[in-house]
Nanobody
C-alpha cells in the first residue's frame, strides 16, 4: 500500500538547521510531484515547497524562500526538506505530500513535529 513516512523533526534552536525526510513506497515515486506542507497551532495548513517529477523544478512559499531547500532522490524514493536559519514562526507539524502531474489525487504522510525554541 502507499506510504509516506516523514522523519527528522524535533527541537531546534533559532538560527539552527534541520533536515526532514519523506520515504515513499507503494507508488512510482519518480512520476509524482512532491510537496511539503506545514500546519502551526491554530493556523491553516500551508504549502511550503514543491518539486516537480521529471525536471525537478522547485517552488517555495515566500516565508521560506532562501532558507529552505526541497530536493528528491528518485533512486531512494525519498524527498527532503533542508531547513536553515529557522525561526519560531517555522514551528509546525510538517507533512509530506505526493501528487501526480494530473493532480487527480494525492497522498499524505502522518506529519513530523518541528519546534523552534531556545
Amino acid at each position: 500500500q502507499v506510504q509516506l513516512v516523514e522523519s527528522g523533526g524535533g527541537l531546534v534552536q533559532p538560527g539552527g538547521s534541520l533536515r526532514l525526510s519523506c520515504a515513499a513506497s507503494g507508488f512510482t515515486f519518480s512520476d509524482y510531484f512532491m510537496r511539503w506542507y506545514r500546519q502551526a497551532p491554530g493556523k491553516e495548513r500551508e504549502l511550503v515547497a514543491q518539486i516537480t517529477s521529471i525536471d525537478a523544478v522547485t517552488t517555495y512559499a515566500d516565508s521560506v524562500k532562501g532558507r529552505f531547500t526541497i530536493s528528491r532522490d528518485n533512486a531512494e524514493n525519498t524527498a527532503y526538506l533542508q531547513m536553515n536559519n529557522v525561526t519560531a514562526d517555522d514551528t509546525a507539524v510538517y507533512y509530506c505530500h505526493a501528487m501526480p502531474p494530473s493532480r487527480e489525487y494525492a497522498y499524505w504522510g502522518q506529519g513530523t513535529q518541528v519546534t523552534v525554541s531556545s
